[in-house]
């Protein structure tokens, strides 16, 4: 059974850094797309960053601030968010899937999600 556990949540003040990792067990991380969503309150969810056809893709509102890596051996993917800013407070969830996720922020292209980490920014 596929399951992904996010951890590395926090409360940080702004301009602070955190790095969520998410744990992936179940199957071979390297054949899958993955991505970090994140849901503010009242808000949809939303696309943060995501590995696809072997690039790293970013959302606007966080490119040069965030970086998702993955580390195939431990069967983790990674978020380090630096300069974070209270608009980045949100829950924020890793994703899934073992076909090719294009666009890689359609939140329909994953199958297998976490079950999110809190992140709060203070101004």
């Known amino acids: 059974q596929v399951q992904l556990v996010e951890s590395g949540g926090g409360s940080v003040q702004s301009g602070g850094s955190l790095r969520l990792s998410c744990a992936v067990s179940?199957?071979?991380?390297?054949?899958?797309?993955v991505g970090w969503f994140r849901q503010a309150p009242g808000k949809e969810r939303e696309g943060v960053a995501g590995?696809?056809?072997?690039?790293?893709l970013y959302a606007d509102s966080v490119s040069g601030r965030f970086t998702i890596s993955r580390d195939n051996a431990k069967n983790t993917v990674y978020l380090q968010m630096n300069n974070l800013r209270p608009e980045d407070t949100a829950m924020y969830y890793c994703?899934?899937?073992?076909?090719?996720?294009?666009?890689?922020?359609?939140?329909?292209?994953?199958?297998?999600w976490g079950q999110g980490t809190q992140v709060t920014v203070s101004s």
């Open positions: 590995i696809s056809i072997g690039s790293a």
């Open positions: 179940g199957y071979t991380l390297s054949n899958y797309s």
């Open positions: 994703a899934a899937d073992p076909r090719l996720a294009w666009p890689w922020n359609a939140l329909g292209k994953y199958r297998y």
